[in-house]
Structures are given as structure tokens and as C-alpha cells.
């Protein structure tokens, strides 16, 4: 690079939005050899050629710098790549049963709740549903089932996205009589999330 030339940088990462840990490729092209950093740092970071790659797995979301200098100047790219982080609790997957997607017949009550396509990004897929009301539960979703009660989570829905439609099904207890009082206002289920590309 002559002394009249200022310098130049570009930094870009693929994929920009990952699960914490998994790989992410850098890619860049300066007009001399650079310094790539990070915020928070990585240690593997440092003195890069002029142009390259180098794979690194972030663990939350991360800015990354790439700054190639002159005598007289600098330039710097930036990117970010955002980590998406799992919820630590469970979320509810509860339906109104007095709406228009609920039933009752004797011995049994049941509601199709939905989730929006856009409450979750879809990275984020079950883990586990768990009884979030104390209930037994048939549930269906993204045409599979489980059986879930209070005290056994069932994993049946593993990997599946949460957004859609979920039927929720659970046996009428005694004294619970449909269209009455004593039967249920709303049925729930708890699901929590794992993460996967």
C-alpha cells in the first residue's frame, strides 16, 4: 500500500444469529495485514493477513473489530453476531376454554391454543412440556403427541418449533361438569426451550 493510499477493511460474519457455541466464520479483506479483536475478547483473536477466514464459536453476543492502519491512518469494520439465549423458565402454552377453538364432553375438556409464528425466533425448538396447572395432558402439536402429567415432562416434542397450534386435552375431574363453574377456565402447558440450528 503506497503512503497516499488510505487504508481500507471489511469484516463480515456467517451466520450473524447463532445458538451460544456454535461455529461462526469471519471473513475479511483489508488492504494490508490487520488486528481482529472482539468485544467481549477472544484470546484466539489477534495479527491476521491482509485477507482470510477463522472460525469461532461465541458464547453470547459478540462484536467483532477488524482494524488495518497505515502511517498515516486507520480503518476498522465491525460485525456482530448475536447469540440467542435460551430461557431459563419454561414459558405457558395456555387456551381459553369458554373461546371458539375449545370443546367439552363428558369425562373431557380441551382447547387448541396457538402460538405467533413471530413470539419466538426459530432457532429456539421444544425441549420439554411439562403440566403447568397440576393436570394431565394429551397434547398434540406440529402433528405429534405427548402425554404429560404434573409429575412426568415428556421430551415427545423434542425439536419441534413451538410456533402453531396446540391442542390441549385433559380429563374432567369429579365434580367438574362442562359448561359449569366447576370446570376449568383455561388449560396450560409449560414448554421449555432448547436451541438448534
Aim: glycine share 8%.
Amino acid at each position: 500500500m503506497g503512503l497516499g493510499c488510505a487504508p481500507t477493511a471489511a469484516l463480515r460474519a456467517k451466520p450473524d444469529i447463532v445458538c451460544a457455541g456454535r461455529a461462526v466464520r469471519l471473513i475479511w479483506v483489508g488492504s494490508g495485514a490487520g488486528e481482529l479483536s472482539s468485544e467481549p475478547p477472544d484470546e484466539s483473536l489477534g495479527s491476521v493477513a491482509e485477507s482470510g477466514a477463522k472460525t469461532v464459536r461465541p458464547k453470547v453476543t459478540t462484536t467483532y473489530r477488524l482494524r488495518v492502519s497505515s502511517l498515516l491512518a486507520s480503518a476498522t469494520s465491525e460485525t456482530s453476531v448475536k447469540v440467542l439465549s435460551v430461557p431459563e423458565q419454561g414459558v405457558s402454552v395456555r387456551g381459553d376454554v369458554t373461546g371458539e377453538s375449545a370443546g367439552c364432553a363428558p369425562g373431557r375438556i380441551w382447547v387448541t391454543a396457538r402460538v405467533a409464528a413471530d413470539a419466538w425466533d426459530p432457532r429456539l425448538r421444544v425441549n420439554q412440556v411439562f403440566s403447568a396447572d397440576g393436570r394431565t395432558y394429551r397434547v398434540e402439536h406440529a402433528a405429534a403427541r405427548a402425554e404429560v402429567s404434573p409429575d412426568a415432562p415428556s421430551d415427545a416434542l423434542r425439536d419441534l418449533p413451538i410456533a402453531g397450534a396446540w391442542r390441549l386435552e385433559t380429563p374432567l375431574r369429579p365434580g367438574e361438569v362442562c359448561g359449569d363453574a366447576s370446570a376449568p377456565q383455561s388449560l396450560a402447558v409449560s414448554v421449555s426451550f432448547v436451541c438448534a440450528d
